[in-house]
């Protein structure tokens, strides 16, 4: 079994920053990609940043570029996302994805973490 967990999202007030990370645990070979996604209320999930296997490639939605950064620390299987000059339309629950492989089976797989709240408003 193979399992993401979340951590970090909260309330937090414009203009402010909160940092989430998302810990990989269980049966893992080896990590892929990773990334983030979030869904706001009444809206469907999107694509907030990703990021290769070693850093070497980091991807953002036009919404959060120049304000969110992707990382990733492959000795921990975690990736974080700090989040700066938070916008109220940043609202939502972020999810954390990964692309990996679990020992003794051959083809690699998408997990989804549970997601984590964060609420931007004064």
């Known amino acids: 079994q193979v399992q993401l967990v979340e951590s970090g999202g909260g309330l937090v007030q414009p203009g402010g920053s909160l940092r989430l990370s998302c810990a990989a645990s269980g049966n893992i070979f080896s990590i892929n990609a990773m990334g983030w996604y979030r869904q706001a209320p009444g809206k469907g999930r999107e694509l907030v940043a990703t990021?290769?296997?070693?850093?070497?490639?980091?991807d953002y939605a036009d919404s959060v570029k120049g304000r969110f950064i992707i990382s990733r620390d492959n000795a921990k299987n975690t990736v974080y996302l700090q989040m700066n000059s938070l916008k109220p339309e940043d609202t939502a629950v972020y999810y954390c994805?990964?692309?990996?492989?679990?020992?003794?089976?051959?083809?690699?797989?998408?997990?989804w973490g549970q997601g984590t709240l964060v609420t931007v408003s004064s």
């Open positions: 994805n990964a692309d990996l492989k679990e020992h003794f089976i051959y083809k690699s797989r998408e997990v």
């Open positions: 990021i290769t296997s070693y850093g070497g490639r980091t």
